[in-house]
């Protein structure tokens, strides 16, 4: 797939998570004048605002009364890209390194590209957010195991085997029934979590919805053909199955901090008053980062980015003014030339 | 902040919260569930899908039974439990551990349901 990103492009600043506060340092780094990538493991913006509640309400984030999770977002994102940054998706980091002879840092993505850096700024939340593992049959993932559902049709005329209990597992239940041959949904609980119109439709298209029931293995040859589902009296059932979906709902995953070589607090990264790790050049906001006093809010988080972008310039180019111009000066992105406060 | 488990799950033990919990920080005593407060991130998942109503947020905790229960689920990471040789602390996830044989002092002698 071509890529219209020049990765050999050096950037001043790469922040890593697409969350509320990842996309504020994005905005930031542009207003000041920064060259910027924003990398994030998910599809999309938003972190766990998109993942988890798009339509919750917040009430706590300056100058919003009430907005929802998802307008939030789009907001944020509007604003971040108003200085063109680029902006990578589906796009895990695997490793943080420096090289000792430029001094830039190396963002390592699962696909093997590097972004050269000057500086980075951690915004990862609580981790990489990603579908539940199967308790067992993970290992046919890729051969008949799948936990999002990409192209129904690809599952036409087959057995499928829904795992969870959820209103995903039922989304995807009753938009493969219309073409699959077989639909089960197995959950282990006593009690679907889905909608309970979605219950009552499944039950009326023919779904088996199996409860108190988990999942014994997954047996196949070069892909998988059957499970054994066990019920809450042991008892062992062999149904057929071309396909497993798995929807056990989203587990988030910390970073490898340390391995990064960054000083760790439990699940989250200790920096300074001026947001920077024990590692000059690396930054950290939002919920990935801890010090004293700290409060895990949205409304921090922003600030928290505007100190560590600030901060960043000035690690970038000793000589730059800590102090932004401001936003509302017609030529906005002059901090590098020293723009002062006082002076604007 | 952290959301906290009360009295309802007592006995009933649903465990639909530990399904969706995004970061695994329900944890499963012997008569009840615990949220671990360091762990979890406030985003209110567990509380949408309790069928016994037994979730809150710490920060609605103004009446005494439930400032009650959410020192409790505290101490189910802070206190050592009976039968444990040390106190859980803070796992960073449930289903690693399993579930744990012991409940509080608090919930240990609650009346059975």
Not at chain 1, 109 to 125: E, N, P, Q
Not at chain 1, 314 to 326: F, M, N, Q, R
Not at chain 2, 26 to 39: F, H, L, Q, V
Request: net charge negative; proline share 6%; hydrophobic share 40%.
């Amino acid at each position: 797939m071509s890529d219209p990103i020049d990765m050999r492009d050096v950037r001043d600043v790469t922040v890593v998570g697409a969350g509320p506060s990842g996309l504020f340092a994005t905005y930031y780094a542009g207003f000041r004048g920064l060259s910027v990538t924003l990398v994030d493991a998910q599809p999309e913006a938003g972190g766990q605002v998109t993942a988890l509640y798009p339509a919750k309400t917040i009430h706590d984030v300056a100058g919003f009364p009430s907005v929802t999770g998802a307008d939030l977002i789009a907001g944020l994102t509007a604003q971040a890209r108003e200085h063109a940054p680029h902006m990578l998706f589906d796009a895990d980091v695997v490793d943080l390194g420096r090289d000792e002879q430029t001094g830039l840092f190396r963002v390592v993505l699962k696909d093997g590209r590097a972004i050269r850096t000057r500086t980075v700024v951690i915004a990862t939340g609580v981790g990489g957010i990603h579908p539940r593992k199967l308790p067992v049959g993970h290992e046919w993932h890729g051969r008949g195991v799948v936990y999002i559902v990409t192209d129904p049709d690809v599952h036409a005329g087959q057995d499928i085997v829904v795992v969870g209990g959820g209103d995903s597992a039922l989304d995807w239940a009753l938009q493969l029934r219309p073409i699959a041959r077989s639909v089960t949904v197995v959950h282990r609980r006593r009690a679907f979590r889905a909608h309970p119109a979605s219950l009552t439709r499944a039950a009326r298209e023919g779904i088996v919805l199996l409860t108190e029931s988990e999942l014994q293995s997954v047996d196949g040859d070069h892909r998988v053909r059957s499970v054994v589902v066990r019920d809450k009296q042991a008892v062992d059932v062999e149904l057929p199955a071309d396909t497993v979906v798995g929807a056990l709902g989203l587990l988030s995953a910390p970073s490898p901090f340390e391995a990064w070589g960054l000083d760790v607090e439990g699940r989250h990264v200790v920096v300074d008053p001026t947001m920077q790790t024990n590692v000059p050049g690396v930054f950290a906001i939002g919920d990935a980062s801890s010090y004293r006093g700290k409060v895990a809010l949205i409304a921090t988080g922003f600030g928290e980015a505007a100190t560590a972008v600030n901060n960043a310039a000035v690690h970038i180019e000793p000589g730059a003014s800590l102090v932004p111009g401001h936003s509302t000066d017609d030529d906005v992105a002059l901090p590098q030339t020293a723009t002062t406060r006082q002076e604007a | 902040m952290t959301y906290v488990i009360g009295k309802e799950c007592i006995d009933a033990q649903d465990r639909s919260c530990v399904d969706v919990c995004p970061v695994d920080c329900i944890y499963e005593g012997s008569r009840k569930n615990y949220i671990n407060p360091a762990e979890c991130i406030d985003c209110g998942e567990c509380e949408l899908v309790c069928p016994e109503v037994a979730i809150f947020p710490a920060r609605k905790a103004t009446n005494d039974e439930w400032k009650q229960f959410t020192a409790d689920n505290a101490a189910f990471f802070t206190e050592q439990l009976p039968g444990q040789d040390a106190p859980l602390g803070d796992p960073g996830g449930a289903e690693p551990l399993g579930s744990v044989d012991a409940d509080t002092p608090l919930v240990a002698g609650w009346p059975q349901r």
